[in-house]
């Protein structure tokens, strides 16, 4: 059976000068969303007023809207708005859910090659494409790395039963790395894909999205030392961004951000076997190399899942 019905929900404070590229770029997909939600996360420019035009041309698109908060908040804040709009739909009736950001530029088959990909492997729990951003100067398109092991966060598109045996977010920094732990250790897989038709322009780079890239690469080190990454792995992933863009100030403010976490005690992740179960995948990844331990790791938990879905569907 083929299933293609999807949700968007979408967190959104202030998108006026990116908005109209993702709505238009949604609105031309091969297979259009069922259902649009966008909660305009108490946005002061016009925003509003462009939501208001595009929900009475689209009927697919609804707007809720909530109380100005007097700044944006990342993290915790982008998934408590999230689930403002989630729990107001009964999400049973989609086969997908997507959190989707405002700041995005789609390729036209986007959604559907996503789907055909969940529908041909039952076991792919959340999947993306790869986030590229325009080069200020030279308008080079550059890549914003994000490993094939995970879905990126602007566009977390999720199998609903996935979604819910997971619990869901977390509602802090590095949910969206949490995730796909949580998916790998209940056998499911999460994975994203560079290729020609996955590929989608971030109209704000990662990190940038409040003050600096300095303050969101430090709040990334927090999201790592939250999720409960050792120290190891973390200076190894900080050498490896600064040799990308932004160069050596990335990959310094990410380790100053967990520095500087663990030396004042930040909390930690509570789920200590999820902790547990990331920080042995990241020794596997050190050791052997990303790609062969994620495969491994697959293919070892196969058997969690096969134990559940396999036994249910029969």
Not at 112 to 126: S, V, Y
Not at 229 to 239: D, I, K, L, N, P
Request: with cysteine; aromatic share 12%.
């Amino acid at each position: 059976m083929t299933n293609n019905s999807y949700i968007l929900i979408t967190p959104c404070r202030n998108e006026a000068d990116f908005m109209r590229k993702t709505l238009d770029s949604v609105i031309n997909q091969s297979i259009l969303p069922n259902l649009w939600v966008i909660v305009d996360d108490g946005s002061t420019d016009d925003t509003p007023a462009i939501l208001k035009e595009y929900s009475e041309k689209n009927s697919f698109i609804t707007v809720l809207t909530r109380e100005n908060r007097g700044h944006r908040s990342v993290g915790p804040g982008v998934i408590e708005a999230f689930y403002y709009g989630y729990d107001t739909v009964d999400t049973e009736q989609f086969d997908f859910i997507c959190k989707f950001d405002l700041d995005l530029d789609l390729p036209p088959k986007y959604f559907e090659i996503l789907i055909q990909r969940m529908n041909a492997n039952p076991r792919i729990g959340t999947c993306s494409g790869k986030a590229y951003f325009k080069d200020k100067k030279t308008g080079e398109l550059i890549n914003e790395i994000s490993g094939d092991e995970m879905s990126v966060g602007m566009t977390k598109f999720y199998r609903r039963t996935c979604f819910e045996e997971i619990g869901g977010f977390v509602r802090q920094v590095m949910w969206d790395g949490i995730d796909c732990h949580r998916c790998r250790q209940l056998g499911w897989i999460a994975v994203s894909w560079d290729e020609p038709g996955l590929q989608f322009i971030h109209l704000r780079p990662m990190g940038s999205s409040q003050n600096s890239i300095f303050t969101g690469r430090m709040r990334h080190g927090f999201g790592q030392y939250f999720m409960g990454t050792g120290v190891v792995y973390m200076f190894a992933s900080s050498v490896f961004r600064i040799l990308h863009p932004p160069y050596f100030v990335g990959g310094m403010a990410m380790f100053w951000g967990y520095v500087k976490s663990a030396l004042t005690q930040c909390p930690r992740l509570e789920n200590k076997e999820l902790r547990q179960f990331i920080n042995q995948y990241q020794w596997a990844c050190l050791l052997k190399g990303k790609a062969k331990a994620t495969d491994e790791i697959n293919n070892r938990q196969a058997p969690v899942w096969q134990k559940k879905h396999i036994r249910n569907e029969s």
